[in-house]
């Protein structure tokens, strides 16, 4: 890793874990060999493995405890399996936080899977770290947030690669449409399970009181059950962040997500 100069972080006053993959990633990107964030967050830091995630010493030794279905520590991405690794193990935070509805583990677990494993496809060529993912559960205030972010080719460049949507992005927020069911860089033969990852979780997001934030480039996206929202980024973010934010007292139901969508095709593979 080159010398270049310390990351200094100057940042809310309560933490989530869009913040440390948020940061995590500049790191990586920038090759820092320093981090410095305030004292009053060294020990939540080093538990969320802030350091550790981008190969730095944290400052300070902290214990290593079981988190107990509270927060799942900044993990790197670094392959397909390492992906699906993530996600299961993020599922596994909600379990211990006490959801134990089958649909809702279900739905959470399909989400992930999806949106993680783009992580890796999209990722930039040549980086050792595809992309950092953490999560975290308040049980007191019956809250979950998951977040992905890589520092990949961004959303508009792999879309840009299918022609079909060559006028559409000349007008369009690119991170809009990539929540557009059957929208894909990469078309799969026949279309199964093309471009559903994001849609799936948006729609499950707006139907369940939750929300869905995507930045990537200079487009940015919002979706909640109150609306959308598709704005122009005054910071670009080179990559994609995904994060999705929720209340786990409400049980999701995946089910209803897929029965609104057009029937064309074979309408029973997703059951």
């Known amino acids: 890793m080159s010398s270049k100069p310390g990351v200094e972080f100057h940042g809310p006053t309560f933490l989530r874990p869009y913040h440390f993959a948020v940061l995590a990633n500049q790191v990586h990107r920038l090759d820092a060999t320093r981090v410095t964030v305030p004292k009053a967050f060294q020990g939540y830091a080093s538990r969320m ?95 979950a947030q998951v977040v992905v972010a890589d520092i990949g080719i961004g959303i508009r460049s792999s879309l840009g690669a299918n022609l079909a949507y060559s006028e559409r992005l000349k007008s ?32 499950l997001m707006e139907k369940h009181g939750g929300s869905l934030l ?33 209340r786990t007292d409400r049980p999701f139901d995946i089910g209803a997500v897929y029965r609104a969508w057009p029937k064309d095709g074979d309408e029973d593979e997703f059951f």
């Not at 199964?192 to 994001?198: N, V």
């Not at 122009?232 to 973010?237: D, F, G, I, Q, T």
């Open 49 to 143: 493995r802030l350091w550790q995630s981008v190969g730095l010493e944290p400052p300070n030794k902290v214990t290593e405890r079981n988190p107990g279905g509270r927060f799942h520590p900044l993990s790197p991405i670094v392959s397909e399996m390492t992906a699906q690794n993530i996600a299961r193990d993020i599922l596994a935070v909600f379990r211990g936080a006490g959801t134990s509805d089958k649909a809702t583990l279900n739905a959470i677990d399909t989400a992930l899977s999806e949106i993680f494993s783009n992580c890796f496809f999209h990722a930039e060529a040549g980086r050792e770290i595809c992309g950092l993912a953490c999560a975290q559960s308040w049980p007191y205030a019956r809250l």
């Open 172 to 203: 369009e927020n690119a991170a809009e449409l990539a929540t557009e069911l059957g929208v894909t860089s990469k078309p799969a033969p026949g279309g199964a399970h093309s471009g559903y990852g994001l849609t799936v979780a948006r729609q």
């Open 214 to 246: 995507l930045l990537s480039g200079n487009d940015g996206f919002r979706a909640t059950e109150h609306g959308s929202q598709a704005r122009e980024l005054r910071v670009p973010w080179r990559g994609t962040i995904v994060a999705l934010e929720w």
